[in-house]
């Protein structure tokens, strides 16, 4: 216990890193208070407050925004929207691909672009979003003018949310836009458990006892999954400078097993609420978009969680290609006289390495994918829908990751400082490790 008061003590002496923590937790908390601000022309006693299915899941990674028909009801969604769409662009089409190799103008005009997009994608979603999840009886004004003015409401809310993730980048502790997801799931998790407590009563004490340590383990699990590595052992030669050597040692480059993050399943969810919303803009008039509509807004569906899981796997994949390249880590040992023992630099290097991270990605990505769709398997088994959430799938693994991902900054900035690190062994790895040619 002392050592944890003596870190916190530590933290706090760090003034960059105080400001930092402090100024996270101030724009969170502008976050959760526009998340109570209600749409102009609602009535908020008319709506039900408890959306279901696919729409609950949303509601509870907005902290309650959706089905409180809040400002910010779409938060951050259309950001990512837009960036997997610009991420696909990216391997697909030449003039993307260009513009990633420019450096930092480069990324600047893809910021922008993606910017444009997201706009556009919030106003698409904001009128399915209108139509589909406010009751008519909970208007207070002309349909066609509360459309008109809640989905530019709308649109600007999801902008300022953007500019709060950026904002907490740049002068807050950890990354922006997965800190504002993760608030949103961490304010739901005290309600959902209370509310499992109380459901089950004192007669299901034994189940709820067996429900917290089963959650415990599967956390336990998708730590693991998010901190396992694979080592590829590299030789670096000898060299002699100014009559002094270099060189020599073996060091190791870490590939992750889930080297791509919490990405996968933030795309793949983003991709998975559109159907629901877009199929209840036609669920009158065609029998197929009703279909639609009702398997992709239960997320207990095989249909919803087969396609969820393909989602995830396909992103997992393409999220690795576009953010290790193997080539340019085989180029980078080779400058710097690096070697694989056993294999040639250059060529046969990259190839190994890639063939290395294909065989890591498929069972990590399959991993994930099973953690996803755990919950649709909890809630069947008994466990509430709000809390069997957080038995894996989004909201579990987005914590996971992001909790982890902010401890590693913190524990950056510590050691940077020579203050002792967050723990007496073992190191905290983040998602935000990315994985280059160790020089």
Same mark, same amino acid.
């Not at 207070?140 to 999801?158: C, D, E, K, N, R």
């Not at 020579?418 to 790895?429: C, I």
């Given at each position: 216990?002392?050592?944890?008061?003596?870190?916190?003590?530590?933290?706090?002496?760090?003034?960059?890193?105080?400001?930092?923590?402090?100024?996270?937790?101030?724009?969170?908390?502008?976050?959760?208070?526009?998340?109570?601000?209600?749409?102009?022309?609602?009535?908020?006693?008319?709506?039900?407050?408890?959306?279901?299915?696919?729409?609950?899941?949303?509601?509870?990674?907005?902290?309650?925004?959706?089905?409180?028909?809040?400002?910010?009801?779409?938060?951050?969604?259309?950001?990512?929207?837009?960036?997997?769409?610009? /991420?696909?662009?990216?391997?697909?089409?030449?003039?993307?691909?260009?513009?990633?190799?420019?450096?930092?103008?480069?990324? &600047?005009?893809?910021?922008?672009?993606?910017?444009?997009?997201?706009?556009?994608?919030?106003?698409?979603?904001? #009128?399915?979003?209108? #139509?589909?999840?406010?009751?008519?009886?909970?208007?207070?004004?002309?349909?066609?003018?509360?459309?008109?003015?809640?989905?530019?409401?709308?649109?600007?809310?999801?902008?300022?949310?953007?500019?709060?993730?950026?904002?907490?980048?740049?002068?807050?502790?950890?990354?922006?836009?997965?800190?504002?997801?993760?608030?949103?799931?961490?304010?739901?998790?005290?309600?959902?458990?209370?509310?499992?407590?109380?459901?089950?009563?004192?007669?299901?004490?034994?189940?709820?006892?067996?429900?917290?340590?089963?959650?415990?383990?599967?956390?336990?699990?998708?730590?693991?999954?998010?901190q396992a590595t694979r080592?590829?052992?590299?030789?670096?030669?000898? /060299?002699?400078?100014?009559?002094?050597?270099?060189?020599?040692?073996?060091?190791?480059?870490?590939?992750?097993?889930?080297?791509?993050?919490?990405?996968?399943?933030?795309?793949?969810?983003?991709?998975?609420?559109?159907?629901?919303?877009?199929?209840?803009?036609?669920?009158?008039?065609?029998?197929?978009?009703?279909?639609?509509?009702?398997?992709?807004?239960?997320?207990?569906?095989?249909?919803?969680n087969l396609t969820f899981?393909?989602?995830?796997?396909?992103?997992?994949?393409?999220?690795?290609?576009?953010?290790?390249?193997?080539?340019?880590?085989?180029?980078?040992?080779?400058?710097?006289?690096?070697?694989?023992?056993?294999? &040639?630099?250059?060529?046969?290097?990259?190839?190994?390495?890639?063939?290395?991270?294909?065989?890591?990605?498929?069972?990590?990505?399959?991993?994930?994918?099973?953690?996803?769709?755990?919950?649709?398997?909890?809630?069947?088994?008994?466990?509430?829908?709000?809390?069997?959430?957080?038995?894996?799938?989004?909201?579990?693994? *987005?914590?996971?990751?992001? *909790?982890?991902?902010?401890? /590693?900054?913190i524990e950056s900035y510590?050691?940077?400082?020579?203050?002792?690190?967050?723990?007496?062994?073992?190191?905290?790895?983040?998602?935000?490790?990315?994985?280059?040619?160790?020089?």
């Open positions: 216990m002392n050592r944890f008061f003596s870190t916190i003590k530590n933290i706090f002496s760090i003034e960059e890193l105080r400001d930092r923590i402090l100024n996270t937790i101030g724009f969170l908390i502008i976050f959760r208070l526009g998340s109570f601000v209600v749409l102009p022309g609602v009535d908020p006693s008319k709506l039900s407050g408890d959306a279901q299915g696919v729409f609950g899941l949303l509601d509870s990674i907005l902290g309650g925004a959706f089905s409180n028909a809040s400002i910010f009801a779409l938060g951050i969604m259309p950001y990512i929207s837009a960036s997997i769409v610009i /991420q696909l662009l990216t391997v697909a089409v030449p003039y993307f691909q260009k513009l990633q190799k420019e450096g930092e103008s480069g990324r &600047k005009k893809i910021t922008q672009i993606t910017r444009v997009l997201t706009i556009a994608i919030t106003f698409v979603q904001g #009128a399915g979003y209108v #139509a589909g999840a406010i009751p008519a009886e909970a208007i207070m004004m002309s349909q066609t003018f509360f459309t008109i003015t809640s989905v530019i409401v709308l649109t600007s809310g999801t902008i300022f949310c953007m500019w709060l993730g950026e904002k907490i980048t740049d002068k807050g502790i950890g990354n922006g836009i997965s800190m504002l997801i993760m608030i949103g799931i961490i304010s739901s998790f005290p309600r959902a458990i209370v509310s499992e407590a109380i459901s089950l009563g004192m007669s299901g004490l034994l189940f709820f006892i067996l429900e917290i340590v089963a959650l415990f383990f599967v956390v336990m699990v998708t730590v693991m999954l998010v080592r590829i052992p590299v030789q670096y030669a000898k /060299q002699v400078v100014g009559g002094r050597v270099y060189g020599g040692q073996r060091q190791y480059i870490p590939l992750k097993v889930n080297a791509s993050g919490v990405m996968p399943i933030i795309f793949a969810q983003s991709l998975m609420f559109l159907p629901a919303l877009l199929a209840n803009l036609w669920s009158d008039e065609s029998d197929t978009a009703s279909y639609i509509g009702n398997v992709f807004s239960d997320f207990q569906s095989w249909q919803y899981a393909l989602l995830i796997i396909i992103f997992t994949f393409l999220y690795t290609a576009i953010t290790i390249n193997p080539s340019q880590i085989a180029d980078d040992m080779k400058r710097n006289g690096g070697f694989v023992p056993g294999i &040639k630099p250059g060529k046969q290097t990259s190839d190994f390495i890639d063939n290395i991270l294909t065989k890591i990605t498929l069972p990590g990505s399959i991993f994930l994918a099973l953690i996803a769709i755990l919950p649709a398997f909890v809630a069947r088994a008994g466990v509430g829908v709000s809390f069997s959430q957080f038995f894996g799938g989004t909201s579990l693994i *987005i914590m996971v990751g992001v *909790i982890l991902d902010t401890l /590693q900054q510590l050691l940077m400082r020579h203050y002792e690190g967050m723990m007496k062994s073992g190191k905290l790895k983040g998602r935000s490790s990315q994985t280059s040619a160790v020089a």
